[in-house]
């Protein structure tokens, strides 16, 4: 484990998307669970559920997952909008931005539809990553739940860093909640919310996107100081 500090592991966090195939130690993932479960959460409630998944048991569910996806014309719904239906500005361009910087890094063209459509089913590959993770919370659950999900990815995914590991979060699984729950085993009655692909980092451009963040003037207002 590194001497990282929770600054230098907020700042050195990356959504890598280019794994390596070394093997992630279950102890060590048993470990940052068990930490990640100190993140806060409304009344205590604890909402989430974590399915990881590693080896064969990991190719087994990719290849459930992936039989038909986006060619079999069973498209499904998330449980979730990952976005509002009509994003708007400054919105849609920092979206806009975000892409432009992924594909930019990979070096593909707007024009190539085929070569965007490629990355985007990496995704169902967890990047090539040796561990991959679905959160899910109970349905009956709402927005605070929701955010106390969040709270506990953000929570695992800088312990992973503190640790020398590399993640990227991935709302992209919600939109096949059926095929991740018939592959995981996961009840009718759990929300898949995200996906987080976890390892070892590559030596890869789209590891090194930096996606900027706008200044604490334009998010937040101080009073009072």
């Given at each position: 484990m590194?001497?990282?500090?929770?600054?230098?592991?907020?700042q050195?966090?990356r959504?890598?998307?280019?794994?390596?195939?070394?093997?992630?130690?279950?102890?060590?993932?048993?470990?940052?669970?068990?930490?990640?479960?100190?993140?806060?959460?409304?009344g205590?409630?604890?909402p989430?559920?974590?399915y990881a998944?590693?080896?064969?048991?990991l190719?087994?569910?990719?290849v459930?997952?992936?039989?038909?996806?986006y060619?079999?014309?069973?498209?499904e719904?998330?449980?979730?909008?990952?976005?509002?239906?009509?994003?708007h500005?400054?919105?849609?361009?920092r979206?806009?931005?975000?892409?432009?910087?992924?594909y930019?890094?990979?070096?593909?063209?707007?024009?190539?539809?085929?070569?965007?459509?490629?990355q985007?089913?990496?995704?169902f590959q967890?990047f090539?990553?040796?561990?991959g993770i679905?959160?899910?919370?109970?349905s009956?659950?709402?927005?605070?739940?929701?955010?106390?999900?969040?709270?506990f990815?953000?929570?695992l995914?800088?312990?992973?860093?503190?640790?020398?590991?590399?993640?990227?979060?991935q709302?992209?699984?919600?939109?096949?909640?059926?095929?991740?729950?018939?592959?995981?085993?996961?009840?009718?009655?759990?929300?898949?919310?995200?996906g987080i692909?976890?390892?070892?980092?590559?030596?890869?451009p789209?590891?090194?996107?930096e996606?900027?963040?706008?200044?604490?003037?334009?998010?937040?207002?101080?009073?009072?100081?």
């Open positions: 590194s001497d990282l500090s929770v600054t230098n592991a907020i050195s966090r959504a890598v998307r280019v794994f390596t195939d070394q093997a992630v130690a279950e102890e060590a993932l048993r470990e940052i669970l068990s930490l990640a479960s100190r993140a806060p959460s409304n205590n409630l604890q989430w559920k974590v998944v590693a080896g064969d048991a190719r087994e569910a990719l459930s997952i992936n039989t038909g996806l060619t079999d014309g069973n498209m719904a998330p449980q979730y909008p990952i976005y509002p239906e009509k994003l500005e400054p919105f849609r361009s979206r806009h931005d975000c892409g432009e910087r992924m930019g890094a990979l070096g593909i063209e707007r024009e190539d539809k085929a070569g965007r459509i490629k985007v089913m990496q995704n967890f090539g990553a040796p561990v679905i959160l899910t919370m109970d009956r659950m709402d927005l605070g739940q929701a955010m106390d999900v969040g709270i990815a953000q929570t995914m800088l312990l992973a860093k503190e640790r020398g590991l590399d993640s990227c979060p709302a992209s699984w919600a939109q096949w909640p059926q095929r991740v729950r018939s592959a995981l085993g996961i009840a009718d009655e759990e929300k898949v919310m995200l692909s976890l390892g070892y980092a590559a030596d890869h789209i590891n090194d996107v996606q900027p963040r706008v200044p604490v003037g334009d998010f937040a207002s101080l009073r009072g100081f």
